[in-house]
């Protein structure tokens, strides 16, 4: 069964950072691009980072690009998202998800993990 | 980056219904653009990419069509598991992007 479980989400101070990890299990890993996706509370998904199968290709959403960092370990089969200068607005529900396609550049989500929340806050 | 909206925001159809949602992006997409749909408390499923493909699993009466920067997603026969939350995204240009979302009420 094709599993994400992400993990590191939490309350934090404006300014702080944070780092979220996804394990995933159940498929080969290092053929699929990965994509972090968030909603914040009551709101709409907000895609914020993808990372192609080798890491030669990332992307960043406008509203994170210069604070968070997206990377992959295809021999620990994970996934992560460093969240530094982390702003109120940063506050969300962030998915780890899967891309649909092998070998191929982040392009959409066919598998999401269930989530974990991250409250920026004082 | 490319703006994605949908339209209507609000959907009241009733089961056997035909359903048909629409987005539009700012700026051509070719056929790159995926639909899926959430549930309260879950997380998304994807039910179209590449305008017009189903993913795996999901029922024949999910279809999408479109182009460039008008698409559609049509429901032919609304089933009671149907009321939901529908976005689209497009990933033909970074970054990528979600449509705001139409809600299929009751």
């Known amino acids: ?122 | 980056e490319i703006v994605m909206t949908q339209s209507p925001a609000t959907l009241s159809v009733s089961p056997g219904e035909r359903a048909t949602l629409s987005c539009r992006a700012s700026e051509s997409v070719s056929i790159n653009l995926a639909w899926y749909q959430q549930k309260p408390g879950l997380a998304p499923r994807l039910l179209i990419y590449g305008t017009s493909t189903r993913a795996t699993g999901i029922p024949a009466r999910f279809s999408g069509s479109g182009s460039g920067t008008e698409f559609t997603l049509t429901i032919s026969s609304l089933q009671s598991e149907d009321f939901a939350l529908y976005y689209c995204q497009q990933y033909n240009n970074w970054p990528r992007t979600f449509g705001p979302g139409t809600k299929l009420d009751l």
């Open chain 1, 1 to 122: 069964e094709v599993q994400l479980v992400e993990s590191g989400g939490g309350l934090v101070q404006p300014g702080r950072s944070l780092r979220l990890s996804c394990a995933a299990s159940g498929f080969t890993f290092d053929d699929y691009a990965m994509h972090w996706v968030r909603q914040a509370p009551g709101k709409g998904l907000e895609w914020v980072s993808g990372i192609s199968w080798n890491s030669g290709s990332k992307g960043y959403a406008d509203s994170v690009k210069g604070r968070f960092t997206i990377s992959r370990d295809n021999a620990k089969n994970s996934l992560y998202l460093q969240m530094n200068s982390l702003r109120a607005e940063d506050t969300a529900f962030y998915y780890c998800a899967k891309d649909h396609a092998e070998l191929e550049p982040p392009y959409c989500m066919d598998v999401w993990g269930k989530g974990t929340t991250v409250t920026v806050s004082s």
